[in-house]
């Protein structure tokens, strides 16, 4: 067996949007050495065959700080490149008087947030870690076995390439998604409760020019959101009961496409062509830990949330900003970062927003994916109230832009 005495500082588990993300942040200082053990190879832009989890079909709605962060690893223009600013999102509910617009303008900002597909997000992620001289992408891997050698360092055991590795650290983070195998080596539990919904994510276009405009549509059996998308195409994200997607992933594309115009209705336009659809299961998934000694669980290893609100993506990169942050001051006082008080500053700065964001799309999963009257009256009336009430409405601008609690965003200095 291949014994690697050469440390890292940090070795993430995971390369997808958050582990990828964490290890670029980390990796702008270039004393760091960082590794990242991912189950599979990184996959390029042309290569339709490979569909690897994390940089996949999705559309992902960016929120302005995500976007910042990103900015700041040096990438953003190239994201950007491949992205459609939102610069009006609809709020309605199908059937019912409700309805609230969110406007950039109004909120002052150009954009209340960015589309770009996950597959670019990762083709611009994965070049630039190729890059990066202080990250070793240790691929396709998998763990095999953990232990603590020392209070100080964690042992892991990996499989690279079909070749025995052992790597140790000060510091492990768990980012290999919503089904960790990480985590259960270490005996984390994780709480699930399943929506008995499935989203449906494809593309489609419209007869109209779609002006930048967003729209989350809320059904009894779930809602829908389109995003706007380069060359006037638009990002499907359908939410419905497990039989209902079933029946649909069936369907034929004329079939698809009249089933959503019904429930788009009228406002996005006629749709003309439909894409290739995906489906994903949707649970929400806790761990019950998040930090142990000289260990973080981070991403949807930590909390993996109904899209709904498009929040997943976006809590977690504060999440990345914050612990970044952390382990940069540990390194100028020379305290030791995987140091479970230390790890606590991290835990305690993020568990606010975290719940907040958590709590905000389960709630709102909750009270619009069903038809009872008393829901239906009250989403109705809370949806005028948001449109009426400017406070009312700032909070929910807030949380389309990913920014549910400003002020508990961390300074992101990374
Ligand atoms: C339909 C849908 C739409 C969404 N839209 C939005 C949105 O608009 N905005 C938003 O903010 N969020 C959105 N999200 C949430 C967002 O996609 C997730 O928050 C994000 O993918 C989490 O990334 P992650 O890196 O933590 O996990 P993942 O994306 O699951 O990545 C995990 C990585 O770990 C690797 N891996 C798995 N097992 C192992 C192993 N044993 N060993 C090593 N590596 C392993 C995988 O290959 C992968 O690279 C959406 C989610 C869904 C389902």
Same mark, same amino acid.
């Given at each position: 067996?291949?014994?690697?005495?050469?440390?890292?500082?940090?070795?993430?588990?995971?390369?997808?949007?958050?582990?990828?993300?964490?290890?670029?942040?980390?990796?702008?200082?270039?004393?760091?050495?960082?590794?990242?053990?991912?189950?599979?190879?990184?996959?390029?832009?042309?290569?339709?065959?490979?569909?690897?989890?994390?940089?996949?079909? %999705?559309?992902?709605?960016?929120?302005?700080?995500?976007?910042?962060?990103?900015?700041?690893?040096?990438?953003?223009?190239?994201?950007?490149?491949?992205?459609?600013?939102?610069?009006?999102?609809?709020?309605?509910?199908?059937?019912?008087?409700? %309805?609230?617009?969110?406007?950039?303008?109004?909120?002052?900002?150009?954009?209340?947030?960015?589309?770009?597909?996950?597959?670019?997000?990762?083709?611009?992620?994965?070049?630039?870690?190729?890059?990066?001289?202080?990250?070793?992408?240790?691929?396709?891997?998998?763990?095999?076995?953990?232990?603590?050698?020392?209070?100080?360092?964690?042992?892991?055991?990996?499989?690279?390439?079909?070749?025995?590795?052992?790597?140790?650290?000060?510091?492990?983070?768990?980012?290999?998604?919503?089904?960790?195998?990480?985590?259960?080596?270490?005996?984390?539990?994780?709480?699930?409760?399943?929506?008995?919904?499935?989203?449906?994510?494809?593309?489609?276009?419209?007869?109209?020019?779609?002006?930048?405009?967003?729209?989350?549509?809320?059904?009894?059996?779930?809602?829908?959101?389109?995003?706007?998308?380069?060359?006037?195409?638009?990002?499907?994200?359908?939410?419905?009961?497990?039989?209902?997607?079933?029946?649909?992933?069936?369907?034929?594309?004329?079939?698809?496409?009249?089933?959503?115009?019904?429930?788009?209705?009228?406002?996005?336009?006629?749709?003309?062509?439909?894409?290739? %659809?995906?489906?994903?299961?949707?649970?929400?998934?806790?761990?019950?830990?998040?930090?142990?000694?000289?260990?973080?669980?981070?991403?949807?290893?930590?909390?993996?949330?109904?899209?709904?609100?498009?929040?997943?993506?976006?809590?977690?990169?504060?999440?990345?900003?914050?612990?970044?942050?952390?382990?940069?001051?540990?390194?100028?006082?020379?305290?030791?970062?995987?140091?479970?008080?230390?790890?606590?500053?991290?835990?305690?700065?993020?568990?606010?927003?975290?719940?907040?964001?958590?709590?905000?799309?389960?709630?709102?999963?909750?009270?619009?994916?069903?038809?009872?009257?008393?829901?239906?009256?009250?989403?109705?009336?809370?949806?005028?109230?948001?449109?009426?009430?400017?406070?009312?409405?700032?909070?929910?601008?807030?949380?389309?832009?990913?920014?549910?609690?400003?002020?508990?965003?961390?300074?992101?200095?990374?």
């Amino acid at each position: 067996m291949e014994k690697q005495p050469s440390d890292y500082d940090v070795i993430i588990v995971g390369g997808g949007l958050v582990g990828g993300t964490f290890a670029a942040c980390l990796a702008r200082d270039p004393a760091m050495r960082i590794a990242i053990i991912e189950k599979f190879p990184v996959q390029r832009m042309d290569d339709e065959n490979l569909m690897h989890p994390s940089y996949d079909a %999705r559309n992902t709605a960016l929120a302005n700080g995500t976007c910042h962060v990103f900015d700041q690893l040096g990438i953003w223009q190239a994201i950007r490149s491949q992205s459609a600013a939102i610069k009006h999102i609809v709020v309605c509910d199908r059937g019912g008087f409700g %309805r609230s617009t969110i406007d950039a303008v109004e909120e002052n900002v150009r954009a209340l947030g960015y589309v770009v597909e996950n597959r670019w997000i990762g083709e611009v992620l994965n070049r630039h870690l190729d890059t990066l001289q202080n990250v070793s992408l240790l691929t396709p891997a998998e763990v095999q076995a953990l232990e603590y050698i020392d209070e100080k360092t964690v042992e892991v055991t990996a499989l690279v390439d079909g070749k025995p590795v052992v790597v140790r650290t000060p510091l492990l983070v768990i980012a290999d998604g919503a089904q960790s195998a990480t985590r259960r080596f270490l005996g984390i539990e994780a709480q699930k409760t399943d929506y008995g919904q499935t989203a449906i994510v494809t593309t489609i276009t419209p007869e109209m020019p779609h002006n930048d405009q967003a729209w989350e549509r809320f059904t009894a059996t779930g809602p829908l959101a389109l995003l706007p998308q380069t060359d006037n195409r638009m990002g499907i994200t359908w939410c419905l009961d497990n039989d209902k997607a079933a029946a649909l992933m069936a369907a034929t594309d004329e079939e698809f496409l009249e089933e959503l115009q019904k429930v788009a209705g009228s406002g996005p336009g006629r749709f003309i062509k439909v894409g290739k %659809r995906f489906t994903y299961p949707l649970t929400l998934t806790l761990s019950d830990e998040q930090i142990r000694p000289n260990v973080v669980v981070l991403g949807n290893s930590a909390h993996a949330m109904h899209p709904v609100a498009g929040q997943g993506l976006n809590l977690s990169i504060r999440d990345v900003a914050a612990l970044t942050q952390l382990i940069y001051d540990a390194r100028e006082q020379a305290v030791h970062y995987g140091d479970l008080a230390w790890l606590n500053r991290y835990f305690q700065q993020r568990k606010m927003d975290q719940a907040a964001t958590v709590q905000f799309s389960d709630k709102v999963v909750k009270l619009f994916s069903t038809d009872k009257p008393s829901a239906v009256a009250a989403r109705n009336l809370g949806l005028l109230a948001f449109d009426l009430l400017p406070g009312a409405k700032r909070f929910l601008a807030h949380y389309a832009m990913g920014r549910a609690a400003p002020t508990l965003l961390p300074e992101v200095v990374i």
